[in-house]
Structures are given as structure tokens and as C-alpha cells.
């Protein structure tokens, strides 16, 4: 067995599994974005959100077979919870991303104009989920092989959604200032933007499972 044991092979197809649903939740991301920047434009994006649907059921159908993976290892692999917990964490956040692209979507199929100032909220907290995804794809790639990267990763994830906090105040503020009289429009941004806000919120979460895993690399080494 080239002097493996059976416990590293199964943890080398843990990683490679997680990394490819990372890499999955990625092409969930890419369709939010692509939403978000067609907001003060006039393309119709159900043509974008309609791409949505594939990477989403992908990552879904995926998820169950490492989730059934798991269950055989049994008692064989340590740390199995903290795996469980990204991967569902990562098909989570694909159901926030997708509940936030089809309330945006909605809102411009219904002819509701976006204030620019809310679109910009938008896309900053877009900038922040980005730069968060980036982090843990990059964390989880580097787990293995150089857990105190995957540290510095994990950190700046806590960062960004410090960050995001920010932005969500400000964002609600603005919203219920500027659409108080606009009850339709105020709720269906309000849902955007907490879903936008939990997907952040979502990604902290899973970078400290990752941190407790890194941690755990680091101490063995």
C-alpha cells in the first residue's frame, strides 16, 4: 500500500472530495455574481439565474455520496463530524446564494428599479462572499499539506464577515429609509440581503470547522 495506512487513504479522499464541493459551491457563487452585476443593466436575469439550477443539484447529488462515504469509514477516520460539517455547510450556502439570485431576479422581472445606493451595499457584501469563498477554497486546499496557510486563510475569513456586519447594518438602514413606503420591494430586498448576510455568516462557520481540523494538523506536525 506504498506505506499508507487505510486512515490517510480515506482522509485523502475526504480532502479531494471536500475541495471538489468547494470548487462546486464556486459555480453557485459565479451565477450570483453575474446576477448582482446585471442589477442596473437591462438584461433579463432569469437567463442568468436559470444556470443556477445544475452546479446547485450537483453539489446536492455529490454531498450525498460523501455523506454516504463517511457513514462506511464508520469509526475508521477521526474528526468525521467536523467533515460532515463543511460539506453540509458548503450546500448550504449554495441554497442562501440561490435564494438570494431568485429575489433579485424576481425583482427585476417585476420591473422594481434598485437604488443605487442599495445596489451598492449589494455588491460590496458580493465582494466580501467572494473574497470569504476564496479563502476557504484556498484553506481547504491547503490543509494537508500546509495547515498553518489554511490558519491564515480561516483568519481572514473572520475578518471579512467583520466586515460584513458592517455592510448589513448600513444596508437594512438604508433600505427601510429609503423604501418604507414600498412594502413589496422592502421585503423582497430584506430577504435578499439576509440571505446574502447568513451566506456570510455560513461561511465563518465553516472556516472554524476548518480551523479545528488545521489545528489539529498543526499539533501532529
Same mark, same amino acid.
Given at each position: 500500500?506504498?506505506?499508507?495506512? /487505510?486512515?490517510?487513504? &480515506?482522509?485523502?479522499?475526504?480532502?479531494? =472530495?471536500?475541495?471538489?464541493?468547494?470548487?462546486?459551491?464556486?459555480?453557485?457563487?459565479?451565477?450570483?455574481?453575474? +446576477?448582482? =452585476?446585471?442589477?442596473?443593466?437591462?438584461?433579463?436575469?432569469?437567463?442568468?439565474?436559470? !444556470?443556477?439550477?445544475?452546479?446547485?443539484?450537483r453539489?446536492?447529488?455529490?454531498? *450525498? *455520496?460523501?455523506?454516504e462515504?463517511?457513514?462506511?469509514?464508520?469509526? &475508521?477516520?477521526?474528526?468525521?463530524? /467536523?467533515?460532515?460539517?463543511?460539506?453540509?455547510?458548503?450546500?448550504?450556502?449554495?441554497?442562501? @446564494?440561490?435564494? &438570494?439570485?431568485?429575489?433579485?431576479? @424576481?425583482?427585476?422581472?417585476?420591473?422594481?428599479?434598485?437604488?443605487?445606493?442599495?445596489?451598492?451595499?449589494?455588491?460590496q457584501?458580493?465582494?466580501i462572499?467572494?473574497?470569504?469563498?476564496? /479563502?476557504?477554497l484556498?484553506?481547504?486546499?491547503? @490543509?494537508?499539506?500546509?495547515?498553518?496557510?489554511t490558519?491564515?486563510n480561516? /483568519?481572514e475569513?473572520? !475578518? %471579512?464577515?467583520?466586515r460584513?456586519?458592517?455592510?448589513?447594518? =448600513?444596508?437594512?438602514?438604508? %433600505?427601510?429609509?429609503?423604501?418604507?413606503?414600498? +412594502? +413589496?420591494? *422592502?421585503?423582497?430586498? !430584506?430577504?435578499?440581503?439576509?440571505?446574502?448576510?447568513?451566506?456570510?455568516?455560513?461561511?465563518?462557520?465553516?472556516?472554524?470547522? *476548518?480551523?479545528? %481540523?488545521?489545528?489539529? !494538523?498543526?499539533a501532529l506536525?
Amino acid at each position: 500500500m506504498c506505506g499508507y495506512s /487505510n486512515e490517510s487513504i &480515506a482522509e485523502m479522499n475526504i480532502h479531494e =472530495n471536500l475541495v471538489n464541493l468547494a470548487r462546486m459551491a464556486g459555480d453557485v457563487l459565479r451565477v450570483f455574481v453575474d +446576477i448582482v =452585476n446585471s442589477m442596473p443593466g437591462e438584461v433579463d436575469p432569469s437567463k442568468i439565474y436559470g !444556470k443556477i439550477i445544475e452546479p446547485k443539484s450537483r453539489i446536492e447529488e455529490n454531498k *450525498l *455520496l460523501f455523506m454516504e462515504y463517511l457513514a462506511r469509514l464508520g469509526d &475508521a477516520i477521526s474528526y468525521k463530524q /467536523n467533515y460532515a460539517s463543511i460539506a453540509l455547510g458548503l450546500e448550504r450556502l449554495t441554497q442562501l @446564494l440561490d435564494g &438570494a439570485s431568485y429575489r433579485l431576479t @424576481l425583482l427585476k422581472q417585476k420591473k422594481y428599479s434598485i437604488d443605487d445606493e442599495i445596489c451598492d451595499f449589494i455588491k460590496q457584501f458580493t465582494g466580501i462572499i467572494e473574497e470569504q469563498y476564496r /479563502n476557504l477554497l484556498e484553506g481547504l486546499k491547503k @490543509l494537508r499539506s500546509d495547515p498553518k496557510k489554511t490558519l491564515m486563510n480561516v /483568519n481572514e475569513i473572520t !475578518k %471579512l464577515e467583520n466586515r460584513a456586519d458592517e455592510v448589513y447594518r =448600513n444596508a437594512t438602514f438604508t %433600505l427601510y429609509t429609503k423604501l418604507s413606503e414600498q +412594502i +413589496i420591494p *422592502l421585503m423582497v430586498l !430584506k430577504d435578499a440581503i439576509d440571505f446574502i448576510e447568513n451566506a456570510s455568516d455560513l461561511l465563518k462557520s465553516v472556516g472554524e470547522e *476548518l480551523r479545528y %481540523l488545521a489545528l489539529h !494538523k498543526v499539533a501532529l506536525t
